[in-house]
């Protein structure tokens, strides 16, 4: 099985292994720009950037959702201009204990590369430990990246209108409970959730210094969570489908099934009126 989570002391060791490659991902959606001045300021050696709505996201139509994923071709380029090739241990982190870099995690999982691992703790614990911090953009790095999507690991919204409650589907959605229960929408139009889904705050994944919480204490928390549900029929979404990759990487911690992604989310449910939600505003 290939390794979900990297220590800062695992990282530091292979900071020079042409076999690894690091990328930064650190994000906010209230300033687009926050993480690209982040990296400016210092990042990993060695680390690539990436910008969750430039490299991460696809083209909006304004029906798809605020991150339709990206052509497939688009995103190989980009791996294979940073060095990625079937060999590659790929390392992903954030600011934010995996809120985006989890989204690069679950699309190299989605097109068939799986040594590919979350940084537990992210930068924030590299940073406090001290560890070596560079303003340096590595160089572009020629790469053998060929995607290979996973059929079945993406829904959309006709899926979900169609299954949204049927007890063998299971629709969990990892935006805050203030969000999903409608008290407050500070990103999209409307506030609210799909009728049928459950919530699962994506930072109930984490210890209260941002690493991951255990194996075995995931796995108890999603089996209360999705009781008798098979767990590869979940269908996970979020606001946008960023944050819904972090509970599918929890649950393939968890060692259950992914499940799939609406990758539409929230945003894209709520920009067709007719749809169906469910709010307390």
Known sequence: MEKLLVTTQELAEHLDDPQWVVFDTRHDLMDAEKGRRAYAAGHIPGAYFLHVDEDLSGTKTGKNGRHPLPEIADFAARMNERGVSPDTQVVVYDDMSG???GRLWWMLRWLGHDRVALLDGGFPIWEKEGRPVTQEVPKPRKGAFVPRPHLGATVDHHFVERFREDRGVKLVDARAAERFKGLQEPIDPVAGHIPGAVNRFWQKNLNPDGTFKSADQLRAEYGQLLGAADPAQVVHMCGSGVTACHNMFAM?????????LYAGSWSEWVADPSRAI????
Not at 252 to 260: D, R, S, V
């Open 99 to 101: 809120n985006f870099a």
């Open 252 to 260: 393939e911690l968890a060692g259950l099934p992914m499940g799939k």
């Open 278 to 281: 469910v709010t307390r505003k």
